[in-house]
């Protein structure tokens, strides 16, 4: 069946360092993947996106990284910043449904510490 | 920059009742949402809604639930004798398109069932 999960529940850094996010998912058929934060109480928003054709895809300040061959997914976050605490989401799509619904992931929480 | 609004932000409801979420998804969209999210844990998808149908559903949305869209803006979900555990964040959301697109979420309503 199919399933997007998150190897670390929680992560917590440094301001100015770098963040990495992992995600892991099960589901072959898998093409469109977005990577969603979620601050305290409000819903989920866009960060950055990849289809399947992709290994690496860049917006400001963060980077994902796809690899089909392990269905692993990363998001890197650079010089990361107190507002950037949230819980972060991997979410999966696929082709092949009516729908173009998401399925989501576990999420990870970022802490930044100051 | 538009975005989808979700009303009321907080609901309180006793067993049984019915209870009417509503939503007003961005303007030029085309596909529509609801999600759950239980305190603390991932965000679940419930059913899509494109060209005034649904597109799919999961097994969360059974026959107390159904989702309406009454006119050209707004988007309903309805639970029509609410159980203790649907107490729950839901988020509506919205895409432009049916695959290769992020979705944009509202910012939920709590719905509290005592």
């Known amino acids: 069946g199919e399933s997007v999960g998150l190897h670390l529940p929680t992560l917590s850094v440094q301001e100015g360092d770098n963040s990495i996010i992992n995600c892991a998912y099960s589901n072959s058929a898998s093409d469109y993947f977005i990577w969603y934060k979620q601050e305290s109480g409000k819903g989920p928003q866009f960060i950055i996106d990849?289809?399947?054709?992709?290994d690496k895809r860049q917006g400001q300040r963060v980077t994902v990284l796809l690899n089909k061959t392990v269905k692993h997914l990363s998001l890197q976050i650079a010089a990361t910043q107190p507002g950037d605490s949230a819980v972060y989401f991997c979410?999966?799509?696929?082709?092949?449904?009516?729908?173009?619904?998401?399925?989501f992931g576990d999420g990870t929480t970022l802490t930044v510490k100051p | 920059e538009p975005e989808v609004t979700q009303t009321p932000s907080h609901q309180v409801t006793q067993m049984g009742q019915e209870v009417i979420l509503r939503c007003v998804p961005i303007?030029?969209?085309?596909?529509f949402y609801w999600y759950r999210q239980i305190l603390g844990q991932k965000v679940e998808f419930l059913v899509s809604?494109?060209?005034?149908?649904?597109?799919?559903k999961s097994e969360i949305f059974d026959d107390q639930f159904s989702v309406e869209r009454p006119d050209g803006s707004n988007f309903t979900l309805k639970i029509r004798s609410t159980k203790l555990e649907d107490s729950a964040m839901y988020f509506c959301?919205?895409?432009?398109?049916?695959?290769?697109?992020?979705?944009?979420f509202g910012n939920g309503t709590r719905l509290t069932v005592t």
């Open positions: 303007s030029n969209h085309l596909y």
């Open positions: 959301a919205s895409s432009v398109g049916r695959a290769n697109s992020p979705l944009h």
């Open positions: 979410a999966e799509n696929t082709l092949n449904t009516n729908a173009g619904k998401s399925t």
């Open positions: 990849i289809r399947s054709n992709m």
């Open positions: 809604f494109y060209n005034n149908e649904i597109s799919e």
